[in-house]
């Protein structure tokens, strides 16, 4: 068992992390803290989970949120997707493994992958709405946030929803408020079986490492950590018995990066674009110096009352 | 339970089947991934649907719904005809070596001394023949061809894999690997645990299904061992203690027996009960019996109870029949009861049959329901459209609903599926004006007492006997009642050399203080020592563990004297040593028995007196012959559901349980495989708690709406969509619901005859947040167990439609 | 009777200097309401495409004003171009004219405008500025929606949206910059300014710029040279 976190104090306790520890802060440069705080990770072992929905349940809770009751649509996933009051989601594959035979039901806690490099972040226009903590967590703040859908663009696990109520942005902040006093996440807290925990994320894959090799014990050869390069690391991990087949697990990215539009949406373009316009400013400015005005002269002014002259009196002698 | 939730870490195989622990019992379910995690333990899962609990299993096997016992007796046919059985266990601390006496007999399907007309046995040829020396016979060798171990091996050969194949449909080869791995822990240094719920007890067979488990673990030597037993999941969280207290018809607090109206006499009832040993220097704990039954009825009647009035003995009512919930329903459908009163109960949710269920609470006079929230039974009488299709107008049952406190509001104690006792402090008052359970109760005793006092009537005299002695009659608290469950001195108890051991007034410290004289008291004697001299060990929240076998001895208090696995002693061999280092629990040390558990044994008594570990039996061994215990038999046998989809392929003739009840009129209910060719089987989600989360906004989010798993085959069978309606219907009723169309259920083979599950969750009514539904029960047979009445939800036949959609 | 190339409204006041009408009242009500909505649209747009910008959101009233206002500022700018598009789409038409002005391109931008072919209501420079900016408002509505989250998220994909605001972002910038070209011939060219702002320009403005069409308007009856499409 991997030791539980131990009960809060009754105390109020400061809080371990806030605005000094800021990696990132969207559309804002900022000079990170000389020292990182040991990064944190939630690591969830689809091999351990029960597709129970009590972190879906501790996340309405802790949160407060409040999602509609929806309807049943053939499967077990409800609601049906993420959305702006449901930050966490289990799905369902079931999936007949060739080799084995087996049927096999792979059930998947969708939500926020909290990644090192974070697309939302990157993607985001207004200062300060997303902001990565040095331990990791990716977090969003809504008073700073306008509701653009950057974000939903920028992720590369389509995480972000946009809430029609108040057009604001809504993903799972990792508890950041209960991590600050030393807890771990609601998910994780409610968690029968320990296919969620959490702690630093060296913790975390020393503990992966030991679920991986009980998997190979049970002839899953390909079982693997899920802590994708591409969007270099994540602080939120899976521990998966098919790692060679992400895909697998109701869509989970093979390869996550973040899309390569987004990166020259946020990149090149904004350099190309700035060049361009500063360029026909320029190109003006400079045309106006070599070639001058163009200006009417008065033979101009003199060929047109001829010819007004000319054709106005014509029509009026018929 | 036999043993407990954490010792379940213990195992090295986990079988889960007739139950889907990760869906019902997420919690406790840690257990088993812990003992996956940590020890490498293999879980495998039986059920017809690949569930929860199949999704982090090792093994998977489907299974046709009703028939596990053909399954179990497959794996015990196994085991003896490839002799994978633990033979020191079986020889020593079972009946296999013991002799049945001539004249009984098993033929076509049923024992000897079966009557057909009232469907019940004569069960007087199903026992040990009995020596000269008046024990019981017995042949250590096992040879005798009347030897337990000899007619089972008999019994059970008709189970070949094939068998079990066409009669369950599970594949041979995953049926073998199930067997397989389940022989694999007849070693002493291996253990495997059962996990049963309801899908086994929900049969006319149900106690015979756990009966069969309990045997394949006794054949492994897996009862009374770390990681072992057989264990049933209890639903609520306290139905343990509700089962405990006595709230079944037949039975008094502590299992103690309810008199019968052929015992007029304390002793009449006693003398039965109180057994002798059956073999030399047996404990034959239930000698005891009625120094707990004195001790009962001194707590029910205080100084009332007299040896002259034979301690108010006949102040019990004795039973003609057993009043359990079908009968219950029964008789009010048949306007002979006229008045419900339902705490914590929502029967219009839980009975079998809603069209009966409604047509006899429609007969009522008055129907009280005492809630937290409003049930459907509350709302019996309201037309919800097709979902509960009544007249109001013709209902004249005046209902009253009382708001109760939920659990969360009221101090007390709940126990769970480990025997535990944990004590609960309240969270919060009351919501508004709604009372504690306790004071409904004594308001309404109270005030009836008062009205019988005042105008008198017939046989008052147990209402005016109880003792209600409490500090504040209208408001009992919580713990003055525990400290009456577990009872106390009512003299000074003095030992044999006349020293004081209890001085009067204390409270006992074990049941073994309790005397037949009247000088102590305790309602139930099972729980004596939570609330002993120490105090309410209920409150106790130490989860230390000193000898690292997960027993936590020192949280809550289990019962029975707080051993945490029961028969301890058979996880040492006859000598007293352990059976392995690994599973090393308790064991003899030279002067008494020691280990990490409390041993279930008396303490001092040392291996050579050959007092076997099954205390409670008076042979002192387990038995694989029920002798008269059962209704069907000493041995079980596949009987099919009333309603099956082909004939019994073992017994053509019979049809289901020979000796199940069967209400007059009930029999035309049940429907035939030729209309209904489908068999249907219910079951809880893990998203909701029974039928009162239905109505918690965010349990209905995460499963809002009421459906039904099909297989992808019959889907494309009977052109339905995944999220389509359909309509299911029995003989009883329909119900309609969205189509999950899935690969996690699959058409069977059964006796050459392809058949089709559908599963459907029983969680939908028409009170709640979720979206509305017909009750589930609309479908259900009303036959129960023939020992139990519990009834056969689990296994019936139904036909299925696609249709465009409710109109209400 | 009126030639092609000139516009319901346009005439011819004789006097020193000749004074003609080139845009009536409301065809400049809509130039001007579709110029500032563009102005909007290029502060609301570049303070959410670059940070160092954000601060113009300070316009609107913050971040989450100027989201809300841009995609209607940009639908109010659709509407208005398509006025102007209607007005004026038929004198933005290829005439063969107009291959031999490009031709003579480096005489125009010196500023010899006398040495270039005469050139109807619109010259070459401004047609391309029409069609172009016809085109990419097209794309940039179309883009615009795709990514209007409040209304229309639930109908492409992320990947269809993540191309939709690269794009938008791209063809903003262009057409920024056709817009940098646009402003500066009106200010270069002296005495072009008065056409969107009093609606009419000196003959001799006409005659240097816009001789053909001075012409037409003079004579009252247009060239013969074929056009690309049917005369109305």
Same mark, same amino acid.
């Given at each position: 068992?991997?030791?539980?976190?131990?009960?809060?104090?009754?105390?109020?306790?400061?809080?371990?992390?806030?605005?000094?520890?800021?990696?990132?802060?969207?559309?804002?440069?900022?000079?990170?803290?000389?020292?990182?705080?040991?990064?944190?990770?939630?690591?969830?072992?689809?091999?351990?989970?029960?597709?129970?929905?009590?972190?879906?349940?501790?996340?309405?809770?802790?949160?407060?949120?409040?999602?509609?009751?929806?309807?049943?649509?053939?499967?077990?996933?409800?609601?049906?997707?993420?959305?702006?009051?449901?930050?966490?989601?289990?799905?369902?594959?079931?999936?007949?493994?060739?080799?084995?035979?087996?049927?096999?039901?792979?059930?998947?806690?969708?939500?926020?992958?909290?990644?090192?490099?974070?697309?939302?972040?990157?993607?985001?226009?207004?200062?300060?709405?997303?902001?990565?903590?040095?331990?990791?967590?990716?977090?969003?703040?809504?008073?700073?946030?306008?509701?653009?859908?950057?974000?939903?663009?920028?992720?590369?696990?389509?995480?972000?929803?946009?809430?029609?109520?108040?057009?604001?942005?809504?993903?799972?902040?990792?508890?950041?408020?209960?991590?600050?006093?030393?807890?771990?996440?609601?998910?994780?807290?409610?968690?029968?079986?320990?296919?969620?925990?959490?702690?630093?994320?060296?913790?975390?894959?020393?503990?992966?490492?030991?679920?991986?090799?009980?998997?190979?014990?049970?002839?899953?050869?390909?079982?693997?950590?899920?802590?994708?390069?591409?969007?270099?690391?994540?602080?939120?991990?899976?521990?998966?018995?098919?790692?060679?087949?992400?895909?697998?697990?109701?869509?989970?990215?093979?390869?996550?990066?973040?899309?390569?539009?987004?990166?020259?949406?946020?990149?090149?373009?904004?350099?190309?674009?700035?060049?361009?316009?500063?360029?026909?400013?320029?190109?003006?400015?400079?045309?106006?110096?070599?070639?001058?005005?163009?200006?009417?002269?008065?033979?101009?002014?003199?060929?047109?009352?001829?010819?007004?002259?000319?054709?106005?009196?014509?029509?009026?002698?018929? | 339970?036999?043993?407990?939730?954490?010792?379940?870490?213990?195992?090295?195989?986990?079988?889960?089947?007739?139950?889907?622990?990760?869906?019902?019992?997420?919690?406790?379910?840690?257990?088993?991934?812990?003992?996956?995690?940590?020890?490498?333990?293999?879980?495998?899962?039986?059920?017809?649907?690949?569930?929860?609990?199949?999704?982090?299993?090792?093994?998977?096997?489907?299974?046709?719904?009703?028939?596990?016992?053909?399954?179990?007796?497959?794996?015990?046919?196994?085991?003896?005809?490839?002799?994978?059985?633990?033979?020191?266990?079986?020889?020593?601390?079972?009946?296999?070596?013991?002799?049945?006496?001539?004249?009984?007999?098993?033929?076509?399907?049923?024992?000897?001394?079966?009557?057909?007309?009232?469907?019940?046995?004569?069960?007087?040829?199903?026992?040990?023949?009995?020596?000269?020396?008046?024990?019981?016979?017995?042949?250590?060798?096992?040879?005798?061809?009347?030897?337990?171990?000899?007619?089972?091996?008999?019994?059970?050969?008709?189970?070949?894999?094939?068998?079990?194949?066409?009669?369950?449909?599970?594949?041979?080869?995953?049926?073998?690997?199930?067997?397989?791995?389940?022989?694999?822990?007849?070693?002493?240094?291996?253990?495997?645990?059962?996990?049963?719920?309801?899908?086994?007890?929900?049969?006319?067979?149900?106690?015979?299904?756990?009966?069969?488990?309990?045997?394949?673990?006794?054949?492994?030597?897996?009862?009374?061992?770390?990681?072992?037993?057989?264990?049933?999941?209890?639903?609520?969280?306290?139905?343990?203690?509700?089962?405990?207290?006595?709230?079944?018809?037949?039975?008094?607090?502590?299992?103690?027996?309810?008199?019968?109206?052929?015992?007029?006499?304390?002793?009449?009832?006693?003398?039965?009960?109180?057994?002798?040993?059956?073999?030399?220097?047996?404990?034959?704990?239930?000698?005891?019996?009625?120094?707990?039954?004195?001790?009962?009825?001194?707590?029910?009647?205080?100084?009332?109870?007299?040896?002259?009035?034979?301690?108010?003995?006949?102040?019990?009512?004795?039973?003609?029949?057993?009043?359990?919930?079908?009968?219950?329903?029964?008789?009010?459908?048949?306007?002979?009861?006229?008045?419900?009163?339902?705490?914590?109960?929502?029967?219009?949710?839980?009975?079998?049959?809603?069209?009966?269920?409604?047509?006899?609470?429609?007969?009522?006079?008055?129907?009280?329901?005492?809630?937290?929230?409003?049930?459907?039974?509350?709302?019996?009488?309201?037309?919800?459209?097709?979902?509960?299709?009544?007249?109001?107008?013709?209902?004249?049952?005046?209902?009253?609903?009382?708001?109760?406190?939920?659990?969360?509001?009221?101090?007390?104690?709940?126990?769970?599926?480990?025997?535990?006792?944990?004590?609960?402090?309240?969270?919060?008052?009351?919501?508004?004006?709604?009372?504690?359970?306790?004071?409904?109760?004594?308001?309404?005793?109270?005030?009836?007492?008062?009205?019988?006092?005042?105008?008198?009537?017939?046989?008052?005299?147990?209402?005016?006997?109880?003792?209600?002695?409490?500090?504040?009659?209208?408001?009992?608290?919580?713990?003055?009642?525990?400290?009456?469950?577990?009872?106390?001195?009512?003299?000074?108890?003095?030992?044999?050399?006349?020293?004081?051991?209890?001085?009067?007034?204390?409270?006992?410290?074990?049941?073994?203080?309790?005397?037949?004289?009247?000088?102590?008291?305790?309602?139930?004697?099972?729980?004596?020592?939570?609330?002993?001299?120490?105090?309410?060990?209920?409150?106790?929240?130490?989860?230390?563990?000193?000898?690292?076998?997960?027993?936590?001895?020192?949280?809550?208090?289990?019962?029975?004297?707080?051993?945490?696995?029961?028969?301890?002693?058979?996880?040492?061999?006859?000598?007293?040593?352990?059976?392995?280092?690994?599973?090393?629990?308790?064991?003899?040390?030279?002067?008494?028995?020691?280990?990490?558990?409390?041993?279930?044994?008396?303490?001092?008594?040392?291996?050579?007196?050959?007092?076997?570990?099954?205390?409670?039996?008076?042979?002192?061994?387990?038995?694989?012959?029920?002798?008269?215990?059962?209704?069907?038999?000493?041995?079980?046998?596949?009987?099919?559901?009333?309603?099956?989809?082909?004939?019994?392929?073992?017994?053509?003739?019979?049809?289901?349980?020979?000796?199940?009840?069967?209400?007059?009129?009930?029999?035309?209910?049940?429907?035939?495989?030729?209309?209904?060719?489908?068999?249907?089987?219910?079951?809880?989600?893990?998203?909701?708690?029974?039928?009162?989360?239905?109505?918690?906004?965010?349990?209905?989010?995460?499963?809002?709406?009421?459906?039904?798993?099909?297989?992808?085959?019959?889907?494309?069978?009977?052109?339905?969509?995944?999220?389509?309606?359909?309509?299911?219907?029995?003989?009883?009723?329909?119900?309609?619901?969205?189509?999950?169309?899935?690969?996690?259920?699959?058409?069977?083979?059964?006796?050459?005859?392809?058949?089709?599950?559908?599963?459907?969750?029983?969680?939908?009514?028409?009170?709640?947040?979720?979206?509305?539904?017909?009750?589930?029960?609309?479908?259900?047979?009303?036959?129960?167990?023939?020992?139990?009445?519990?009834?056969?939800?689990?296994?019936?036949?139904?036909?299925?439609?696609?249709?465009?959609?409710?109109?209400? | 009777?009126?030639?092609?190339?000139?516009?319901?409204?346009?005439?011819?006041?004789?006097?020193?200097?000749?004074?003609?009408?080139?845009?009536?009242?409301?065809?400049? +009500?809509?130039?001007?309401?579709?110029?500032?909505?563009?102005? #909007?649209?290029?502060?609301?747009? #570049?303070?959410?495409?670059?940070?160092?910008?954000?601060?113009?959101?300070? #316009?609107?009233?913050?971040?989450?004003?100027?989201?809300?206002?841009?995609?209607?500022?940009?639908?109010?700018?659709?509407?208005?171009?398509?006025?102007?598009?209607?007005?004026?789409?038929?004198?933005?038409?290829?005439?063969?004219?107009?291959?031999?002005?490009?031709?003579?391109?480096?005489?125009?931008?010196?500023?010899?405008?006398?040495?270039?072919?005469?050139?109807?209501?619109?010259?070459?420079?401004?047609?391309?500025?029409?069609?172009?900016?016809?085109?990419?408002?097209?794309?940039?509505?179309?883009?615009?929606?795709? +990514?209007?989250?409040?209304?229309?998220?639930?109908?492409?994909?992320?990947?269809?949206?993540?191309?939709?605001?690269?794009?938008?972002?791209?063809?903003?910038?262009?057409?920024?910059?056709?817009?940098?070209?646009?402003?500066?011939?009106?200010?270069?060219?002296?005495?072009?300014?008065?056409?969107?702002?009093?609606?009419?320009?000196?003959?001799?403005?006409?005659?240097?710029?816009?001789?053909?069409?001075?012409?037409? #308007?003079?004579?009252?009856?247009?060239?013969?040279?074929?056009?690309?499409?049917?005369?109305?």
């Amino acid at each position: 068992m991997f030791p539980p976190l131990p009960n809060p104090t009754t105390q109020p306790v400061p809080p371990k992390f806030g605005d000094k520890d800021l990696l990132r802060r969207s559309a804002t440069s900022i000079t990170p803290p000389e020292k990182r705080q040991t990064e944190v990770a939630k690591l969830i072992d689809v091999s351990k989970c029960i597709g129970c929905k009590a972190c879906q349940t501790a996340c309405l809770e802790w949160n407060d949120l409040r999602e509609e009751v929806g309807v049943n649509t053939g499967v077990y996933e409800n609601p049906h997707d993420l959305t702006p009051a449901s930050w966490t989601l289990m799905r369902y594959a079931e999936y007949e493994n060739p080799q084995t035979g087996n049927l096999e039901w792979l059930i998947r806690k969708d939500g926020c992958m909290h990644c090192e490099d974070p697309g939302c972040l990157k993607a985001c226009p207004a200062p300060g709405a997303i902001v990565q903590y040095s331990n990791g967590i990716v977090d969003f703040q809504k008073e700073n946030c306008i509701g653009c859908g950057y974000c939903v663009k920028g992720c590369p696990f389509n995480i972000p929803r946009i809430s029609k109520v108040d057009n604001k942005a809504y993903k799972c902040s990792l508890c950041s408020d209960r991590v600050a006093v030393g807890q771990g996440p609601a998910c994780q807290k409610a968690c029968p079986t320990q296919a969620i925990v959490f702690g630093t994320k060296d913790e975390m894959k020393k503990w992966a490492d030991k679920r991986i090799a009980d998997l190979k014990s049970r002839g899953f050869a390909n079982a693997g950590l899920y802590d994708p390069p591409g969007v270099k690391g994540t602080h939120v991990m899976y521990v998966l018995h098919h790692a060679d087949k992400p895909q697998l697990y109701s869509g989970l990215p093979n390869n996550p990066a973040i899309s390569p539009i987004v990166e020259l949406w946020k990149g090149m373009t904004r350099y190309a674009g700035f060049a361009a316009i500063g360029a026909f400013a320029a190109i003006s400015v400079l045309h106006r110096v070599v070639a001058g005005r163009s200006v009417v002269s008065a033979d101009d002014e003199r060929n047109a009352k001829m010819l007004a002259d000319k054709n106005m009196m014509k029509e009026k002698t018929p | 339970m036999t043993n407990s939730w954490t010792d379940i870490k213990n195992a090295d195989v986990v079988w889960i089947m007739g139950g889907n622990a990760a869906e019902a019992h997420p919690c406790g379910f840690k257990w088993v991934t812990e003992a996956k995690a940590e020890r490498g333990a293999k879980l495998m899962v039986v059920d017809p649907r690949f569930t929860r609990s199949a999704a982090v299993a090792d093994h998977y096997s489907p299974i046709r719904p009703g028939t596990d016992i053909a399954f179990l007796s497959g794996v015990v046919n196994y085991l003896l005809s490839n002799d994978k059985i633990h033979k020191e266990y079986v020889r020593n601390y079972t009946n296999a070596a013991y002799i049945v006496k001539e004249g009984y007999a098993f033929n076509e399907g049923l024992f000897s001394g079966y009557n057909e007309a009232n469907r019940s046995y004569d069960r007087s040829s199903w026992e040990y023949e009995i020596g000269p020396d008046g024990f019981a016979v017995r042949d250590l060798t096992l040879e005798n061809p009347r030897s337990v171990y000899q007619l089972m091996k008999q019994h059970f050969s008709v189970y070949t894999p094939e068998t079990v194949e066409r009669i369950t449909g599970s594949p041979k080869d995953k049926f073998l690997k199930v067997a397989d791995w389940v022989a694999s822990t007849a070693t002493g240094d291996r253990a495997m645990t059962i996990m049963y719920a309801l899908g086994w007890t929900q049969h006319s067979h149900g106690a015979q299904n756990i009966r069969t488990a309990a045997m394949i673990q006794l054949l492994c030597g897996n009862i009374g061992v770390p990681g072992g037993g057989i264990n049933a999941l209890r639903g609520h969280s306290n139905v343990q203690g509700i089962t405990d207290i006595g709230t079944l018809t037949a039975s008094l607090p502590g299992y103690l027996a309810m008199p019968t109206d052929s015992e007029p006499t304390l002793e009449s009832h006693l003398g039965k009960r109180t057994f002798k040993p059956l073999q030399a220097n047996q404990t034959s704990y239930w000698q005891n019996y009625r120094k707990f039954y004195v001790s009962f009825l001194k707590g029910m009647y205080g100084e009332k109870a007299t040896k002259e009035n034979e301690f108010g003995y006949n102040w019990l009512p004795k039973l003609d029949v057993a009043y359990d919930c079908l009968r219950m329903f029964e008789t009010m459908y048949q306007g002979k009861t006229n008045g419900l009163i339902c705490q914590g109960f929502n029967p219009l949710m839980s009975i079998a049959h809603t069209k009966k269920s409604i047509a006899g609470l429609s007969k009522l006079k008055f129907l009280v329901s005492i809630d937290p929230i409003e049930t459907d039974t509350a709302r019996f009488w309201e037309n919800h459209g097709e979902y509960n299709d009544v007249d109001p107008a013709k209902i004249q049952t005046e209902v009253f609903m009382l708001p109760c406190a939920s659990f969360a509001e009221e101090e007390g104690s709940l126990t769970n599926s480990s025997r535990c006792v944990s004590w609960k402090w309240a969270a919060a008052e009351p919501y508004h004006e709604s009372w504690r359970d306790a004071d409904f109760l004594a308001d309404l005793f109270l005030r009836i007492r008062k009205l019988y006092e005042k105008d008198g009537g017939k046989g008052i005299e147990p209402l005016m006997a109880v003792d209600w002695s409490y500090k504040d009659p209208l408001h009992p608290h919580a713990e003055e009642v525990l400290k009456e469950l577990n009872g106390k001195a009512l003299v000074d108890l003095k030992d044999g050399e006349g020293k004081v051991t209890r001085a009067a007034g204390q409270q006992l410290a074990s049941f073994a203080e309790m005397r037949d004289d009247g000088s102590t008291d305790g309602v139930q004697w099972i729980y004596t020592g939570v609330f002993g001299p120490n105090g309410n060990l209920a409150q106790r929240r130490d989860n230390s563990d000193p000898s690292g076998m997960n027993v936590y001895g020192s949280w809550g208090f289990a019962w029975p004297a707080n051993r945490r696995i029961l028969y301890n002693r058979a996880s040492a061999d006859p000598d007293g040593k352990p059976w392995s280092e690994a599973k090393k629990y308790v064991f003899w040390d030279g002067a008494k028995w020691t280990g990490a558990d409390i041993p279930d044994y008396v303490p001092t008594l040392p291996p050579s007196r050959g007092a076997g570990p099954f205390i409670m039996n008076p042979e002192g061994v387990s038995r694989l012959f029920a002798r008269g215990m059962m209704a069907e038999g000493p041995f079980p046998v596949h009987y099919e559901p009333f309603e099956a989809p082909v004939a019994n392929p073992l017994f053509p003739k019979i049809k289901g349980n020979p000796v199940a009840r069967v209400f007059k009129g009930d029999m035309e209910v049940f429907g035939t495989a030729k209309e209904f060719p489908i068999v249907a089987t219910t079951y809880r989600l893990v998203e909701h708690f029974h039928y009162w989360t239905k109505g918690v906004h965010a349990n209905a989010v995460i499963q809002p709406e009421f459906f039904v798993e099909i297989s992808e085959e019959l889907a494309r069978e009977k052109g339905i969509t995944r999220g389509g309606w359909v309509r299911v219907w029995s003989n009883r009723g329909a119900v309609k619901g969205k189509a999950v169309v899935t690969k996690r259920l699959k058409p069977l083979k059964i006796d050459g005859k392809t058949v089709h599950t559908v599963g459907m969750p029983l969680n939908y009514g028409f009170i709640g947040e979720a979206k509305k539904a017909s009750p589930i029960n609309t479908l259900t047979p009303p036959v129960g167990d023939a020992n139990s009445q519990t009834p056969e939800f689990k296994a019936f036949l139904v036909d299925i439609e696609p249709i465009s959609g409710p109109v209400a | 009777m009126k030639g092609g190339e000139v516009a319901s409204g346009d005439a011819i006041h004789r006097g020193d200097p000749v004074i003609v009408d080139r845009y009536k009242v409301d065809a400049r +009500i809509n130039h001007w309401l579709t110029a500032g909505s563009f102005v #909007l649209l290029a502060l609301s747009g #570049l303070a959410l495409f670059h940070p160092s910008l954000y601060f113009l959101t300070g #316009l609107f009233g913050g971040g989450s004003w100027t989201r809300a206002i841009h995609p209607w500022l940009g639908t109010f700018l659709f509407i208005g171009y398509l006025g102007l598009f209607i007005r004026f789409w038929k004198y933005n038409l290829w005439t063969p004219t107009d291959g031999t002005w490009l031709a003579k391109l480096h005489v125009f931008l010196r500023g010899h405008e006398e040495d270039m072919p005469e050139v109807g209501r619109y010259n070459f420079a401004q047609k391309c500025v029409f069609w172009s900016m016809t085109a990419f408002i097209l794309v940039m509505i179309g883009t615009g929606l795709v +990514i209007w989250e409040q209304y229309f998220a639930a109908y492409t994909t992320v990947d269809q949206k993540r191309l939709a605001v690269l794009v938008h972002s791209m063809c903003a910038i262009v057409m920024i910059c056709i817009v940098i070209v646009h402003v500066y011939g009106a200010l270069w060219a002296r005495g072009t300014l008065t056409a969107m702002l009093k609606g009419r320009v000196t003959g001799g403005w006409a005659w240097r710029h816009h001789r053909k069409w001075l012409r037409e #308007l003079a004579t009252g009856k247009s060239d013969q040279t074929p056009r690309g499409t049917p005369a109305e």
